[in-house]
């Protein structure tokens, strides 16, 4: 519609590493205050009121921060890892090289680890890797999260899924789209809690898969017990040695059971638009708040990001007017003369500047008269209709 305004969502990981909405709610512009009232309501519904043992991931959106630090203090508060590379990338360019070794910053387990690939970005460019400590790198850096938090991620694609899950709803008005939203995610939520309900194993299917490649990957780890919670494990080649301790870590076989629990709420259906309840208050529309140019119905990319496929991109197409014919502008920002102008201005100089005999015209046509309604009349009376 023409008041326009911003959909806040949060959405979670489920016990079988995919989306989970949590919360969604419209307002007018992205704030420290609209997004401390939305937090305030999710808090309530989670039945928290410091945050400890959540974890929030973002953007950096607007206010966002400052309202996450006012309503969640003990939460852990990470930035996107792949937003901090698009802000890295457009300061010093793309490149397979700087990719591979930001992620590898990204996701390195230790402080020893990461200080090791810090230093094989400064062996690159000196001033990339000083620019990847001054980004707060211990918002993004695997190496620092606490551990308090059960989720290793360092990109909030969660998020994005969601994008794409509503796409087709976020365009129409404000009372159809959240009702497209809210039975979308009421179907969704029953297919999941059917979809687990079938499986008999102990974990999730994609925790499964991803076990199975941790095994295999373990194949050269050596297990030592101490004969209470603790395990060695070294790595064969490299003699690499951690602790493991089970008394302070929970092992992955609880997936299923916590992947249950999420999907064990349900969303209740509700009538139509005829059937709700008639309120006395008078709503008051918004004010209208016109923007620059053309509204956008689509997410803007990021630096970097992949963009749909089966289109062709515009990175290093020259563009011609088609007026002037000069490259570097179109038709619509054109300042010069067309080119039309211009060969009629060229030819009338060079009439003036080369002087030519004139010869008068000539012609052995009868001459006629045009009399209206296709009649022709002649000199010598005869008359023709125009057929």
């Not at 076989?253 to 638009?273: D, R, S, V």
């Not at 515009?314 to 060969?343: D, E, F, T, W, Y």
């Amino acid at each position: 519609g023409p008041f326009g305004g911003q959909l806040l969502v949060a959405v979670g990981r489920d016990g079988n590493n995919q989306m989970f909405p949590l919360a969604w709610a419209v307002c007018e512009v992205e704030s420290t205050d609209t997004w401390s009232w939305f937090l305030e309501l999710l808090a309530t519904d989670l039945g928290t009121s410091e945050g400890a043992g959540y974890t929030f991931m973002f953007d950096q959106q607007k206010g966002l921060l400052a309202a996450v630090s006012n309503v969640f203090p003990q939460a852990e508060s990470r930035v996107c890892a792949r937003h901090v590379y698009c802000n890295f990338r457009g300061v010093f360019g793309g490149g397979l090289e700087y990719r591979k070794q930001f992620w590898t910053i990204a996701k390195s387990n230790t402080v020893n680890h990461f200080n090791e690939n810090i230093e094989v970005m400064r062996a690159i460019s000196h001033e990339a890797a000083e620019d990847l400590l001054k980004r707060n790198y211990k918002k993004w850096c695997r190496a620092f999260y606490t551990p308090l938090s059960c989720c290793d991620s360092v990109d909030n694609n969660m998020s994005e899924v969601f994008n794409a899950y509503i796409f087709s709803a976020r365009h129409k008005s404000i009372i159809t789209m959240l009702e497209d939203i809210r039975e979308g995610l009421m179907e969704r939520l029953h297919k999941k809690r059917d979809f687990i309900g079938k499986k008999e194993i102990m974990l999730c299917p994609r925790i499964q898969i991803q076990l199975e490649k941790h095994k295999i990957w373990a194949r050269g780890w050596n297990a030592y017990w101490d004969g209470g919670f603790c395990y060695g494990v070294r790595e064969g080649a490299t003699q690499v040695k951690y602790v493991v301790d089970l008394n302070q870590h929970t092992c992955s076989c609880n997936a299923c059971q916590t992947y249950m629990k999420a999907y064990e709420f349900l969303l209740e259906p509700l009538n139509g638009p005829q059937e709700w309840p008639t309120s006395d208050s008078i709503v008051v529309a918004p004010k209208v708040k016109k923007v620059n140019g053309r509204p956008k119905t689509k997410r803007r990319y990021g630096v970097g990001e992949v963009t749909a496929s089966g289109k062709l991109k515009r990175i290093g197409c020259s563009m011609k007017c088609s007026l002037c014919g000069v490259i570097g502008h179109n038709k619509r920002g054109c300042k010069n003369a067309p080119k039309q102008q211009q060969h009629s201005n060229n030819h009338a100089t060079a009439e003036q500047t080369t002087p030519q005999q004139q010869h008068p015209r000539t012609s052995s046509a009868i001459p006629m008269h045009n009399r209206g309604v296709g009649i022709y009349t002649y000199p010598n009376g005869y008359q023709r209709i125009a057929t």
